[in-house]
């Protein structure tokens, strides 16, 4: 069977998976500040990906 032929319905009756969708996975994580270095890492790699705009 091929990616595209793959639909959520089918997945579940064909092989018996069961979705649930009603639960908060991750609420329970706290938040936490980003890094400055990964602040930077992004920015470059933004800047690498689009040269030619430049960061205000």
């Known amino acids: 069977m091929s990616y595209s032929d793959f639909t959520l319905k089918r997945v579940k009756e064909e092989l018996n998976v069961n979705v649930i969708e ?13 890094s400055d270095y990964l602040l930077t890492e992004q920015n470059r790699g933004q800047n690498l990906r689009y040269p030619h705009i430049i960061a205000i």
């Open 22 to 34: 009603d639960r908060d996975l991750f609420s329970y994580i706290q938040e936490i500040q980003i």
